[in-house]
Nanobody
Framework: QVQLVESGGGLVQPGGSLRLSCALSGTIFSIYNMGWYRRAPGKQRELIATISRGGSTNYADPVKGRFAISRDNAENTVYLQMNSLKPEDTAVYYC?????????WGQGTQVTVSS
């Protein structure tokens, strides 16, 4: 059974940093391109960062230059380092494969940026 478990969210002040982690189990992590998605209140889910099997990364414009995605294939884990956080980054953050080919999702991790 595929499982995705996100962690590392929390409440942070504007300008602060957080590091999210996501562990994928039940399948072979290293064969997938991975992505971080987020759903802000009242908005649709968006893909904000991707990392290929080989480590190439891409970012959506709202997070470019502030967020960094990385992966550890030995630990079956993908990370998202978030710096210079803004209130508009407030959302539930999820990881998943990219492109999406299944309906498995984790519980997500809440990130709230507020003073």
């Amino acid at each position: 059974q595929v499982q995705l478990v996100e962690s590392g969210g929390g409440l942070v002040q504007p300008g602060g940093s957080l590091r999210l982690s996501c562990a994928l189990s039940g399948t072979i992590f290293s064969i997938y391109n991975m992505g971080w998605y987020r759903r802000a209140p009242g908005k649709q889910r968006e893909l904000i960062a991707t990392i290929s099997r080989g480590g190439s990364t891409n970012y959506a414009d709202p997070v470019k230059g502030r967020f960094a995605i990385s992966r550890d294939n030995a630990e079956n884990t993908v990370y998202l380092q978030m710096n210079s956080l803004k209130p508009e980054d407030t959302a539930v953050y999820y990881c998943n494969i990219d492109p999406l080919r299944w309906d498995y999702w984790g519980q997500g991790t809440q990130v709230t940026v507020s003073s």
